[in-house]
């Protein structure tokens, strides 16, 4: 199993120095890749109809991904970059291929790709995207994703995009690989049928269990499963001994990846504080 970790875009301060030191203590402690979140905007919750349900407010810092990584790319020799998740139907599909490419480009392809259709319809009406069909909107950009990053002319109409005998250049020397991420059964059936993985973001008894049900997807389409990739990330571990059982479950039940979260533990905003926590964690993995 590989081991990665969370950048803690939410808490720390939007400094270089602070990014600089993460990713070397990343790179020295021995950790797979670096994991990062992502939404363009944010906003208050209240006084909203239908209300805002999900965990981001004004309050919360976000660093575009594709920036943050091709700087930490720049940083670092063997790190891979994950999105964890990039809310994919809210961004237009030619730019995020484009996007993804030239980061694949510069970081020597460590990008993998992890999307998802999100939860906030006041970001997707910002950005200009209907929220209603985002689903439905991710399946054709996967599709047109994958066509972009491996035809030098695609001609291609769909239902929400249009691209008339245009590519991009240089392409991708591969594709980028796609996982998708989400927590319901249409996630699970979605990520058995188009992804290359899926990120799972639970507890390890749910963890588990939702592993379970993308295997059974995964049987009903023919795919291998050791051609499918399986990620954890451990938002509900509170301690780094939980952290490090959770994800060694999760590795039992056959996961091939696990990111461990620093977020919401009470280190307050100073990086080292979330190194430390990670060098921990690490080191619990590591003896067990």
Do not use: C
Request: glycine content about 10%; charged content about 25%.
């Amino acid at each position: 199993m590989e081991y990665g970790v969370s950048y803690p875009t939410n808490e720390v301060t939007a400094d270089p120095a602070a990014v600089r030191k993460f990713v070397r203590a990343a790179e020295e402690l021995g950790f797979s890749h670096i994991m990062a979140y992502d939404h363009v905007l944010v906003g208050p919750h209240d006084n909203r109809d239908p209300p805002l349900t999900g965990p981001y407010t004004e309050e919360d810092k976000f660093h575009d991904p594709f920036v943050l990584f091709g700087h930490m790319s720049g940083l670092s020799e063997t790190l891979g970059f994950v999105t964890g998740v990039l809310v994919l139907p809210q961004r237009p599909t030619a730019l995020v291929a484009q996007q993804a490419a030239t980061l694949a480009h510069v970081s020597g392809d460590r990008l993998r790709l992890g999307v998802g259709i999100g939860w906030n319809y006041l970001e997707y009406e910002a950005l200009g995207q209907n929220f209603k069909v985002r689903a439905k909107r991710l399946e054709e950009q996967v599709e047109l994703l994958r066509r972009l990053w491996t035809e030098p002319v695609v001609d291609f109409t769909g239902k929400f995009d249009r691209v008339d005998r245009m590519g991009l250049n240089p392409l991708p020397t591969r594709p980028v690989p796609l996982w998708i991420g989400g927590y319901s059964e249409p996630a699970y059936e979605r990520g058995a049928r188009i992804g290359d993985g899926f990120v799972f973001a639970a507890g390890a008894d749910d963890a588990v269990a939702a592993w379970g049900r993308v295997k059974h997807h995964l049987a009903e389409f023919g795919r291998r499963e050791d051609e499918f990739g399986r990620e954890l990330l451990t938002i509900f571990a509170r301690t780094p001994q939980e952290t490090a059982d959770t994800l060694r479950r999760f590795r039992d039940a056959g996961g091939t990846h696990g990111t461990i979260h620093s977020l919401q533990k009470r280190l307050g905003p100073e990086i080292d504080a979330h190194i430390d926590w990670a060098a921990e964690t690490k080191r619990l993995i590591d003896g067990g």
